[in-house]
């Protein structure tokens, strides 16, 4: 019969729950294996198919590690606070938390479908009460140390949307809301902020020691973006004011023409002339709207206008005119430049557009119709006259600082982590802010500060969160009568996130995050697997979270995530990213209904590397199933019996291929390069079919091998040899390396001298096997004719030769 995929995994995913085969062992003896998922949004559209290629490349590992003999933590949970299931639930006028519970639940029902092997006792949900009280305890801390303060900050408002709601950068396309297209404007709004910038040198330097993909170590050197440079002071003419500007080339200071800052520069409304006060203003109220992105964008026109004052380059005392200007930000170094339009394009194309003077400091080519970026020798610069550019940096920021108008700075990209959102669906932040004007840490043992239960989650309309209309919970009285107010902005959803990787190693610990025992035993993630699109601000936070908790003594590790390895898309079958609009959507529920579980798994590692986008392919699918019953047939015959040339004896046709397949399939399911280890798993297949005997010892060591891919098909072959245990419980298999080389060679069959047949034998065969295999030759005996050899010699390893 043919293999019963749907009833056989039924039967498996039973006996797991039941036997509890994947539960982490609490014994902390055994060495130790994490092997971790990024965890899912519990989305309404249940998963996609790109979330198994991931689940499968560390399941495959789970499983190999536990019968390697390590003890492996290999945990599964949810993501759960955050806008689209806020937004579904306003929409639809259900409760956040029941959907949220409904999408978990399908969530795990398919992940269990899957046959992913995860220890369930394990789970967590960042919307469990038990789980946020500490990512508030963490929010605590971060406050205690100064790391969490209140600013002004620009936020994107959206009045038209539900009534009035703070967007995220992220929600953000072309000016309007991902969602619905409502415009969005920017306006200043308390925050939270975490000062994650005090962390930049440590999460840049320590990137060295980690085993991550280089391009993600390469993006988050650029988000934190430290660059070494000066701070140069000009002072305003006729006024007693100083612009510092942030320059990282100090050495074309003799080459700067104008000065520009950002609009919003506090310097500015002192500095504008009258006759220049309505250019000024005008130019402000064009671009308010803009985003920094769309400001800084090469390819957009810059635009300024001229502020009518003047400031004094410190190092030749020439007059440079101040320009207000759309490409300088004020987030970014002192929001102010110099401007080196001969060799900066930005300033270039500013100087061209408003006729402002272009200076040549370096030699090279002619800088009126480009700028010159290049290196070469300085000119029209006094004292920096003939350095290269490293050395007049030097020598200029020297000068500076003896003349005490400058110095050294290193500045970073990196901006505090805003920390707050006017939302309800999110972990309340523990602070009451007094009546007089105080605040407060909620204490430690009340948390969880609970989010209250409510109706009506409609944002306020204010801008403020839904929470500022739960008045029984927003206002406190404390024991000596003063009343204050609890903060009602939330955790953005990266919180919970930053940390979980912690909690599943002690999930259920009421009196700490994790007991310090059982974090010394675990340490950190020994391979962690997700979707590149994290690279940078989930990576980053939860890099940021984790040396905070290690300056406190809660991890002993300087990194979260030893290694790290990203999978890549599966777009549909026309190359485009699968869309509901597209219509190229595929759901693992009808795949494994049709195909099966093990096929999926099989089929999304078969594919290609882990790391490359590649396309969905029915017919690839159907393949990677057409290949499992052609495992099932070489062991099961049509009875449901083993086959008959499943044997006990060995005659060792099969010695090299198998040794060779044990040797590479572990490697390279080590490596991640589970294509290639399926491709090993199919020559040995071939080599199994070509041959007379199947050794038990091998089809049981072949099936430890499958097992990891297609652990169902892996159990219920197993079962037919020993019944009592699962594969999982099984040691993994051994090579020998000595059954690697090649095991037979041919020798050659000479008479008189002359080749009249050859023949493959092992490399080891007697004299006497050897003489015995010449003579019986077919080739041999009719040459010979009948007649007796005077002479037989053979020289083993090669040739037996006949003299008659
Ligand atoms: C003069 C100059 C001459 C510059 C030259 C560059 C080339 P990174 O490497 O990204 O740190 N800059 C400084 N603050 C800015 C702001 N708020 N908005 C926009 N641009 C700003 O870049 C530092 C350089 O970016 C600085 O060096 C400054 O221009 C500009 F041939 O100063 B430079």
Do not use: C
């Not at 989305?43 to 390697?68: F, N």
């Not at 929001?335 to 900066?344: I, K, R």
């Not at 059982?518 to 990576?539: F, I, P, S």
């Not at 195909?595 to 790391?611: C, I, S």
């Amino acid at each position: 019969m043919a293999y019963q995929h749907q009833a056989i995994e039924k039967k498996w995913q039973h006996y797991w729950e039941e036997h509890q085969t994947f539960k982490t062992s609490t014994d902390m003896d055994k060495p130790k294996y994490y092997v971790l998922d990024m965890f899912p949004f519990p989305s309404g559209q249940g998963l996609h198919v790109g979330h198994p290629e991931g689940y499968t490349a560390t399941d495959i590992l789970a499983r190999m590690k536990r019968m390697q003999g390590f003890n492996v933590l290999h945990p599964m949970g949810f993501d759960a606070f955050g806008l689209p299931t806020e937004d579904y639930a306003i929409k639809t006028g259900a409760n956040p938390k029941d959907v949220t519970a409904t999408n978990v639940k399908n969530f795990r029902r398919q992940m269990k479908a899957l046959g992913l092997s995860y220890d369930w006792s394990r789970e967590v949900n960042t919307t469990d009460p038990k789980y946020y009280k500490w990512t508030q305890w963490i929010f605590e801390q971060l406050y205690k140390k100064g790391l969490a303060y209140e600013d002004k900050i620009m936020v994107n408002w959206a009045p038209d949307y539900n009534g009035g709601t703070v967007v995220a950068n992220e929600e953000i396309i072309d000016g309007k809301t991902e969602r619905g297209g409502y415009p969005v404007y920017r306006v200043p709004m308390r925050q939270w902020v975490l000062k994650i910038t005090a962390y930049a040198d440590r999460l840049l330097e320590d990137l060295e020691d980690l085993d991550w993909p280089e391009a993600i170590k390469e993006q988050q050197r650029h988000w934190i973006g430290r660059s070494i440079g000066a701070a140069v002071n000009f002072a305003v003419e006729g006024q007693d004011e100083q612009i510092e500007v942030f320059t990282t080339r100090a050495d074309t200071l003799f080459g700067a023409t104008y000065l520009v800052l950002a609009p919003e520069h506090e310097l500015v409304e002192k500095i504008v002339t009258p006759e220049q006060a309505d250019a000024v203003t005008a130019f402000k109220a064009a671009i308010a709207s803009k985003s920094d992105l769309e400001r800084t964008d090469l390819n957009k026109d810059k635009s300024g206008a001229f502020t009518g004052s003047y400031a004094v380059n410190p190092i030749n005392g020439e007059k440079l005119p101040i320009w207000i200007g759309d490409y300088v930000l004020a987030s970014y170094g002192t929001g102010a430049v110099m401007a080196v339009p001969a060799h900066d394009a930005r300033d270039h194309e500013f100087a061209k557009k408003y006729d402002l003077p272009i200076r040549q400091v370096i030699a090279g080519d002619g800088v009126t119709d480009a700028p010159y970026t290049g290196d070469g020798a300085h000119i029209q610069s006094d004292f920096l006259n003939g350095m290269d550019t490293e050395e007049a940096k030097t020598a200029a920021i020297y000068w500076l600082t003896e003349h005490g108008v400058g110095q050294k700075k290193v500045n970073y990209r990196l901006r505090d982590w805003i920390f707050s959102r006017q939302r309800y669906w999110g972990e309340p932040i523990p602070v009451i802010n007094w009546a007089d004007g105080t605040k407060t840490l909620v204490p430690e043992d009340e948390l969880p500060l609970r989010l209250p239960e409510t109706d009506n989650i409609m944002p306020s309309g204010t801008g403020e969160s839904p929470l500022v209309n739960i008045e029984d919970w927003v206002n406190v009285t404390d024991e000596q009568g003063r009343h204050g107010k609890r903060e009602t902005n939330t955790m953005p959803q990266w919180a919970g996130s930053s940390w979980y990787y912690l909690r599943y190693m002690d999930p259920h610990n009421p009196d700490v995050l994790v007991d310090p025992k059982v974090e010394a035993y675990w340490q950190n993630v020994d391979l962690y697997v997700g979707g590149a699109e994290h690279a940078v601000l989930h990576l980053l936070y939860a890099r940021f979270w984790h040396k905070i908790l290690f300056d406190l003594g809660v991890v002993t590790t300087k990194e979260p995530f030893q290694k790290l390895a990203n999978q890549g898309m599966i777009l549909g079958s026309n190359h485009e990213k699968m869309s509901k609009s597209k219509g190229n959507v595929v759901n693992p529920d009808d795949v494994v209904a049709e195909y099966g579980a093990d096929t999926l798994r099989l089929y999304e590692m078969f594919m290609g590397p882990l790391e490359q986008s590649i396309a969905w392919s029915e017919d690839g699918l159907a393949g990677s199933r057409r290949w499992l019953d052609r495992v099932w047939r070489l062991v099961i015959d049509d009875d449901n019996q083993l086959r008959d040339h499943v044997t006990t004896v060995n005659d060792h046709q099969l010695d090299r291929v198998y040794h060779e397949t044990v040797k590479k399939v572990t490697a390279h399911y080590a490596d991640l390069r589970f294509n290639t280890a399926i491709s090993q798993l199919m020559i040995f297949v071939n080599e199994a079919y070509k041959a007379d005997n199947l050794p038990v010892e091998y089809v049981e060591g072949f099936i430890k091998l499958l097992y990891p891919v297609a652990p169902h098909m892996g159990e219920e072959l197993w079962h037919y040899f020993q019944p009592e245990m699962s594969v999982q419980k099984a040691d993994w298999p051994t090579y020998d390396e000595a059954k690697l080389v090649e095991a037979t060679v041919e020798i050659v069959f000479q008479i008189n001298g002359k080749l009249r047949g050859k023949a493959q034998m092992a490399k080891d065969a007697s004299k006497e096997a050897m003489i015995e295999a010449a003579l019986a030759d077919e080739n041999v005996q009719r040459q010979l004719a009948g007649a007796t050899p005077k002479k037989v010699i053979a020289v083993p390893g090669k040739l037996v030769s006949i003299v008659v």
